[in-house]
């Protein structure tokens, strides 16, 4: 049982090592491995409860990186623009008025973005997202010699540059991360993008002066 137990313990600690090394939620793990939700994963990383069966099986699996399409599928969960898009879209908004930022995390965002230009759906940029693992953005901030960002900052870099894709696809416009977004991306625009007609560019100011910089 002593044995037992300590095995499940360790478990735990994994679980949270990865939760924060990827910057991922318990929700989120919740949802990916089939958990009642996430204060059952708060007693599996304090190793009070064990999951059993199907879970163990696929909490095992996501720990040992082969559950990525079901976990990435879990944070965009719902309809419209997924939650995290939209708050990493809004921080990043906030973070280009400042020119270092758009040097250097901008630049990251920058080369995302042109690698989803390919995708021309809504639809398609989640089906892109469920297929990257969780050092897809890594590689490609080395590419662009910004590697020295943790996960969880890559994720959000990740998330805003899915999230102007987003943007880009349901209002047919074109943005430039490496400016400044506040006068190219009125704040209403980073929201519920699911429906509705592209705003004509002439009709920007107004909706900028009315979300507010």
């Known amino acids: ?11 735990g600690q994994r679980l949270r090592d990865f939760r924060f090394l990827y ?4 929700t989120e793990i919740a949802r990916s491995v089939g958990a009642a939700g996430p204060s059952a994963v708060a007693q599996w990383e304090r190793g009070t409860t064990v999951p059993d069966g199907i879970r163990r099986e696929r909490l095992v699996e996501l720990l040992e990186g ?10 965009i969960a719902g309809h419209g623009l997924p939650g995290s898009w939209e708050r990493s879209g809004r921080w990043y908004r906030r973070a280009s008025r400042e020119r270092p930022m758009r040097e250097t995390v901008g630049g990251v965002v ?13 639809a398609s940029l ?3 997202y469920c297929e990257h693992d ?3 953005a890594g590689t490609i901030a080395e590419r662009c010699g910004r590697g020295g960002q943790g996960r969880p900052e890559l994720r959000r870099l990740e998330d805003a ?17 490496c400016r400044s977004l506040v006068h190219q991306l009125p704040v209403s625009f980073v929201g519920d993008t699911s429906t ?4 004509p560019v002439r009709s920007r100011r107004a909706d900028l002066l009315k979300g507010g910089a």
């Open 66 to 75: 082969r559950r990525w399409p079901e976990l990435r599928a879990a944070a």
């Open 110 to 122: 920058a080369a995302i973005l042109g690698d989803l230009q390919a995708v021309t759906s809504t």
């Open 1 to 11: 049982m002593h044995r037992f137990r300590s095995h499940w313990q360790e478990l």
């Open 161 to 177: 540059a899915y999230a102007l894709r987003w943007v880009e696809l349901a209002r047919d416009v074109r943005l430039d991360p």
């Open 196 to 199: 509705g007609p592209a705003v």
């Open 23 to 26: 910057g991922v939620t318990q």
């Open 126 to 128: 989640r089906r892109s």
């Open 134 to 136: 969780g050092d897809w």
